[in-house]
């Protein structure tokens, strides 16, 4: 049973904006870090973005000012608004969970930013 779903990856011009969503499970979200990370390709899988349980946010200096991490605990659902995208944007975005000593991942959703 999946715990994370993503969605929201599209393609778009550079200067625009998307929101990807990630929703987990009830019993997830209520305790777990949450975060967004992103590979290129033929890079490595980095983070972007991650809020803690109590709302507390942290970000890549590659995206900070441009990116918004945001979680709805009535939807069990945390976001990624993404403004003013580069093409450097490009990637496939992960959602991440993590608790205890455990991690979980959802299956990627591709964000592409070109003209």
């Known amino acids: 049973q999946a715990q994370l779903v993503e969605s929201g990856g599209d393609w778009v011009q550079p200067g625009g904006s998307l929101r990807l969503s990630c929703a987990a499970s009830?019993?997830?979200?209520?305790?777990?870090?949450m975060g967004w990370y992103r590979q290129a390709p033929g890079k490595q899988r980095v983070l972007v973005a991650g809020i803690s349980s109590g709302g507390t946010t942290n970000y890549s200096d590659s995206v900070k000012g441009r990116f918004t991490i945001s979680r709805d605990g009535a939807k069990n659902t945390v976001y990624l608004q993404m403004n003013s995208l580069k093409p450097e944007d490009t990637a496939v975005y992960y959602c991440?969970?993590?608790?205890?000593?455990?991690?979980?991942w959802g299956q990627g959703t591709q964000v592409t930013v070109s003209s």
């Open positions: 991440n969970a993590y608790l205890g000593s455990s991690q979980y």
């Open positions: 009830r019993s997830l979200f209520r305790f777990a870090a």
